[in-house]
């Protein structure tokens, strides 16, 4: 299977987002959104959700669904950042329960701990409802990435093998119940 790659700056809404364009084997082409995460120094949590809420919206008024996501985690974290851990839940939020089997957690850094040690931490992200279990319980799946072509492949396959096309929680708040985004 090939693919090819090319990305893109498109400003959407109030923000910028990366949108990665690929022709997946033949036929298949794919968009890849790529949102600021939570750990940002110059950026409150608060505002990063708002922009990443007005993106999501404008992408689903473009008419282009988000039928996957993938969320990546270092494994090399010897505990779960306080960061991390608003992002899991703003992602339930994000997401919304119908969506769940369509998330995808691929745990990185595998090349900075020892197998024994992921493997721990890996379980315990899985179990605990606030961080993977509930999403697991609702049908999401973990799988490994060890920074190889193989392990980005099958993740990206088992991404668009779990697809499905109905909105995002928060794009259907947003534009089919028209609600407005507030923050606190």
Avoid: C
């Avoid at 007005?54 to 974290?77: F, M, N």
């Avoid at 605990?128 to 990435?145: C, E, L, P, T």
């Amino acid at each position: 299977m090939e693919f090819f790659f090319r990305s893109n700056t498109v400003t959407i809404g109030t923000a910028s987002v990366t949108i990665s364009s690929w022709l997946w084997g033949s036929k298949t082409n794919l968009l890849l959104v790529d949102t600021p995460g939570f750990d940002d120094a110059h950026k409150e949590a608060h505002e990063i959700l708002a922009e990443i809420a007005e993106d999501l919206a404008g992408i689903y008024r473009s008419g282009i669904p988000i039928g996957a996501v993938i969320y990546l985690h270092r494994i090399s974290d010897n505990r779960l950042q306080r960061g991390a851990l608003r992002s899991i839940s703003i992602l339930r939020e994000i997401v919304g329960r119908q969506k769940l089997p369509s998330v995808v957690f691929a745990t990185t850094w595998w090349d900075s701990v020892n197998e024994a040690t992921g493997a721990k931490r890996e379980a315990e992200l899985s179990k605990q409802g606030n961080y993977w279990g509930s999403f697991i319980k609702g049908g999401a799946k973990v799988m490994r990435h060890n920074q190889g072509e193989t392990s980005a492949r099958d993740i990206m396959e088992e991404a668009i093998r779990r697809a499905t096309w109905e909105p995002l929680q928060i794009q259907n708040e947003m534009v089919t119940e028209m609600m407005s985004f507030k923050v606190g």
